[in-house]
Each structure stands twice: as structure tokens, then as C-alpha cells.
């Protein structure tokens, strides 16, 4: 019976949660950014927040859960946000799912999806349609690789740094 409540307050928790990730996200557009707004939370409690500043920063990479991500990382002084869950007005694009991926959240949220963003006129479906459906030889960007000897340099460094930080 308890854990029945307090499952029940966990997902009204994070009904709130994602009604403010929307609301970030509608007053960005209000405020020069994009439609999109993040949060990161922990032990019930939200750590930080974010919204996309891509415009009004010229920033390409300013997205709100990456923007959600730096600030909770500044909040909680570390790297890794491991026990965090990040919730989104909408579903991450593949920057962001791999963002969140190297920041080590727990588990992630979100409300509109891809399709939703598309019908906005964003491009996240489409690259994600590039990394799941079209060689690289067919993206709107070219990547060459330039072999060089010395192209493992950097890692022998690294590799050989005896109190490395590890992540
Ligand atoms: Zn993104």
C-alpha cells in the first residue's frame, strides 16, 4: 500500500517536472530562444535547468538539455551526473541523447517527440534519418579522415598520464 503512494506521488512528481520543462519551453520562445526547455533532478529534487539559447547566443550547440546538463554539472561540482534524470519538453536529438549518454544520466523524459519537432520545422528527425538510414557520403557535411603517423599520440599522453580522471 505505501509503495503503491509513493509510486503514485513519483509520477506526479515528474507529471510537475514536465509541466515546467514545457513551460521553460514555451517562455523561451517568448524570450528570443528556442521552443525547447530541460531539467535535471535528483533524489526529488530539480538540480538545474535549461532552455534552449541557440539564437540568442549564437550557440549551435546551446540546446536546452545540453544547456540543462552544464548547469546542473556546475550545480553538483562534477562531471558526471550519474543518479540524474534529465526530463525534456521534447525527445532529445542525437547530440542531446549522446550528451546525456557521456554525462551519465539515469534515465531520460520527454514529452513531444521527433515528429512533433518536424511539423515545427526542426531538424532533429532528419538527423536522425542520417545516422539510421543514409551513408555518410550522403550527408549535407563531407568527413575525410587524414591518417597520420602520429595519430595516437594524444592517447599514448593520455594513456601514459599515471592520475588521469577517468570518465
Ligand atoms: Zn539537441
Given at each position: 500500500m505505501t509503495a503503491h503512494i509513493e509510486e503514485a506521488s513519483a509520477?506526479?512528481?515528474?507529471?510537475?517536472?514536465?509541466?515546467?520543462?514545457?513551460?521553460?519551453?514555451?517562455?523561451?520562445?517568448?524570450?528570443?530562444?528556442?521552443?525547447?526547455?530541460?531539467?535535471?533532478?535528483?533524489?526529488?529534487?530539480?538540480?538545474?535547468?535549461?532552455?534552449?539559447?541557440?539564437?540568442?547566443?549564437?550557440?549551435?550547440?546551446?540546446?536546452?538539455?545540453?544547456?540543462?546538463?552544464?548547469?546542473?554539472?556546475?550545480?553538483?561540482?562534477?562531471?558526471?551526473?550519474?543518479?540524474?534524470?534529465?526530463?525534456?519538453?521534447?525527445?532529445?536529438?542525437?547530440?542531446?541523447?549522446?550528451?546525456?549518454?557521456?554525462a551519465r544520466v539515469d534515465r531520460l523524459v520527454f514529452a513531444a517527440d521527433r515528429h512533433d519537432a518536424a511539423i515545427a520545422d526542426f531538424d532533429d528527425r532528419r538527423f536522425y534519418e542520417l545516422f539510421e538510414k543514409k551513408p555518410s557520403s550522403m550527408w549535407p557535411m563531407t568527413i575525410d579522415r587524414l591518417d597520420l603517423p602520429n595519430r595516437n599520440a594524444p592517447f599514448e599522453a593520455w594513456l601514459a598520464k599515471t592520475d588521469r580522471v577517468a570518465y
Open positions: 509520477q506526479d512528481l515528474e507529471n510537475a517536472w514536465m509541466q515546467e520543462a514545457i513551460l521553460l519551453a514555451t517562455t523561451s520562445v517568448a524570450n528570443g530562444g528556442g521552443p525547447f526547455g530541460a531539467l535535471v533532478a535528483k533524489d526529488g529534487q530539480v538540480v538545474a535547468t535549461g532552455n534552449n539559447r541557440v539564437t540568442s547566443t549564437l550557440d549551435p550547440v546551446a540546446h536546452a538539455e545540453v544547456t540543462a546538463l552544464r548547469n546542473a554539472c556546475q550545480e553538483l561540482n562534477t562531471f558526471s551526473l550519474e543518479g540524474c534524470t534529465l526530463i525534456t519538453s521534447c525527445e532529445p536529438c542525437p547530440m542531446c541523447l549522446t550528451s546525456s549518454l557521456w
